[in-house]
C-alpha cells in the first residue's frame, strides 16, 4: 500500500487494521500521481514502519533502496526495470529479505541465482492499481516456473480477491499481494479473514 491506496480513509488506520486483521508482510508501494518523496515520503514510511514494528509483521519497500537501507527496513521489493537483483542484494545484506518481481522461467532463474528470497508474479488478473500492468497472464507462467524450481517461494500479485484467490494458491504460491482487495474492503478484517479461508479452500494448511 501506498499513501494514496486508501482513498479518503487514513492510510494508517488502513494499516493498523491490516496488522489487527493478521497480514503476514507489508509492502510500501509509493508510486503514481501524488506520490510522496523527500521529507514527506521519509515520514510515512518511518509511521508504516513504527506500526509494523508494534505487530511483529516485517516492513518491505517497494523500489527505494536508498530509503529502505536509510531506515533499516526488513526488505525490499525491485522489479526488472531496477538496478540488479545481485547488485541490490550486496547493498541490503544477507539478514534482509530480497523480492523481485519475475514474468518468466528465465526471470525467476536470474533472480534466484542472484539472492532473491521470493519472486512476485503478475499481473495474474486484471488490475487497476499499476498504470503500467501488462497483461493479465493467469497462472499459467506460476505454474511454469513452480515446475522448474519448486523451491522457490512464490508470490502472485494482479487483481486478487477473495472469491479468484484460491486458484492461486491451488498454482503452488506462498503468498499472495494485494492493494485495492484491502484498501477499499468495507471491513478489513473480514476481508483478510476471507482471504485466509480461501489459502484451505485452495489446498493450504
Not at 508504516?48 to 525490499?76: M, S, T
Not at 503478475?122 to 497462472?139: E, R, Y
Not at 504460491?173 to 468495507?186: N, P, R
Request: aromatic content about 4%; hydrophobic content about 40%; overall charge negative.
Amino acid at each position: 500500500m501506498g499513501s494514496q491506496s486508501s482513498g479518503a480513509r487514513d492510510p494508517f488506520q488502513v494499516l493498523e487494521e491490516a496488522l489487527k486483521g493478521g497480514i503476514s508482510h507489508f509492502q510500501l508501494r509509493e508510486k503514481g500521481v501524488g506520490a510522496l518523496t523527500g521529507s514527506a515520503l521519509l515520514e510515512f514510511a518511518l509511521r508504516c514502519q513504527q506500526l509494523c514494528g508494534e505487530y511483529g509483521v516485517p516492513f518491505i519497500i517497494n523500489d527505494q533502496v536508498e530509503l529502505a537501507c536509510r531506515i533499516g527496513a526488513d526488505g525490499i521489493h525491485i522489479g526488472q526495470d531496477d538496478a540488479a537483483a545481485s547488485q541490490v542484494r550486496q547493498r541490503i545484506g544477507e539478514d534482509k529479505i530480497l523480492g523481485v518481481s519475475v514474468h518468466s522461467v528465465q526471470e525467476a532463474e536470474i533472480a534466484s541465482k542472484d539472492g532473491a528470497d521470493y519472486v512476485g508474479m503478475g499481473p495474474i488478473f486484471g488490475t487497476m492499481s499499476k498504470a503500467d500492468a501488462k497483461k493479465p497472464a493467469g497462472v499459467k507462467k506460476i505454474l511454469a516456473v513452480k515446475n522448474e524450481f519448486p523451491e522457490l517461494p512464490i508470490v502472485g500479485i494482479g487483481g486478487i480477491n477473495s472469491e479468484n484467490a484460491a486458484q492461486v494458491w491451488r498454482a503452488g504460491v506462498s503468498g499472495i499481494a494485494v492493494i485495492s482487495a484491502i484498501t477499499k474492503a468495507e471491513s478489513v478484517a473480514e476481508r483478510i479473514s476471507a482471504l485466509k479461508a480461501s489459502h484451505k479452500e485452495g489446498g493450504g494448511e
